[in-house]
């Protein structure tokens, strides 16, 4: 039976377990030991995923991924009511980690009624958050599903995602000429100068309903009265239209080389590369069809909606494998503000314990 303050419990234990991206062997090894306790075999894979693995045929993947963005060390998850947030500090880590907790409890509640179920392939990948590496990790080869659930979406269990963008990532590295900005400035090439004219002639945020630019991080120079001889920009752009995509990757090209031309003496190194590739879910896809079943008869309605975000899902659906991103009762996610509904939770475990029961 689906357990309220089990749920509870597990999130609160493993949101407290950091593992931030690239610091995911504590967690990976702890729910390592949690499924063994299940009585379900895992291993870390040569890139530290946590795999499972069998010889059985017709299986489903359940996944989550280990990893949380920053602010994520020294979490101290605060449970009030129906809701768990963090202290304010530092973000709950409900992303991914209320995913994790969702299909523990529905394996260990299946367990627990000695439940038959049908076989299954887990899968927590690490490194999700800072490009969806671990899934391109992953030796597809091994696996035997041709089917998967992703427990990384927004909001409830029944909030699902039909439609996932293109992402390209790019890299700008600007270099100017150093000098001492006391005595001789003029003898300098300020490469952060350059790298704020470049951003200011790049669209920012929302670009249209589909599309979105981002610059992410900044960093340059060397001490405060030295004229910064170089300069790196870390961006993103994203959309759900490919025609979109290739618009915008000509903008940040058409721009790079105005810059290029107004400071001749700079050199601009530009590195641009697909992240992960879009999709959309046909509405007769049999494992939707499958999952909102599952949901009906929890007496939950199935929203399906678009998101502007990438998950393993994207990696998985590129490797032949028919994936679904479920809701995992996740909100803010990213922010300070992050908070998971409890009764949201729940309802994900009994998701997870009824698609496995009805398969």
Not at 121 to 132: A, D, S, V
Not at 273 to 288: A, C, G, Q, V
Request: charged share 25%; aromatic share 4%; hydrophobic share 35%.
């Amino acid at each position: 039976m689906i357990n309220r303050e089990r749920i509870i419990n597990t999130f609160c234990e493993l949101a407290k377990i950091d593992s931030p991206s690239g610091q995911e062997l504590k967690i990976s090894k702890e729910l390592i030991k949690r499924l063994s306790d299940i009585g379900i075999v895992a291993q870390l894979d040569t890139y530290g995923n946590v795999v499972t693995q069998t010889n059985k045929k017709n299986t489903l993947i359940l996944s989550a991924h280990m990893d949380t963005v920053q602010p994520g060390n020294n979490i101290k998850p605060v449970v009030s009511s129906d809701r768990i947030s963090s202290d304010g500090t530092t973000i709950l880590g409900g992303d991914c980690k209320a995913g994790i907790t969702a299909i523990l409890e529905g394996l260990t509640s299946l367990k627990e009624d000695n439940s038959d179920y049908k076989d299954i392939e887990i899968i927590f990948t690490r490194e999700e958050e800072i490009g969806l590496y671990g899934a391109q990790k992953i030796d597809f080869n091994k696996l035997n599903s041709k089917e998967a659930i992703v427990f990384d979406g927004e909001g409830p269990v029944s909030q699902i995602t039909i439609e996932s963008p293109t992402a390209i990532e790019f890299d700008i590295e600007i270099t100017g000429k150093a000098a001492h900005a006391g005595v001789e400035p003029e003898k300098g090439i300020s490469a952060i100068r350059i790298a704020a004219d470049l951003i200011t002639r790049l669209p920012q945020g929302r670009i249209d309903a589909e599309s979105t630019f981002n610059i992410g991080r900044i960093y340059g120079g060397s001490v405060r009265n030295t004229v910064p001889e170089k300069a790196i920009l870390n961006g993103e752009f994203r959309s759900l239209n490919m025609e979109s995509i290739d618009s915008i990757n000509t903008i940040l090209m058409d721009k790079i080389k105005e810059i290029q031309t107004l400071y001749p003496d700079a050199l601009i190194k530009e590195n641009i590369l697909k992240n992960f590739e879009s999709y959309r879910i046909n509405k007769n896809d049999p494992i939707l069809i499958k999952i909102q079943n599952a949901l009906l008869k929890l007496g939950l309605e199935p929203d399906m909606k678009p998101s502007g975000g990438g998950t393993d899902a994207n990696i998985f659906r590129k490797n032949g494998i028919d994936s679904i991103v479920v809701g995992m009762a996740t909100h803010n996610m990213h922010t300070l503000r992050e908070y998971v509904t409890i009764s949201d939770l729940v309802d994900a475990a009994h998701f997870c314990e009824t698609i496995l029961k009805n398969r």
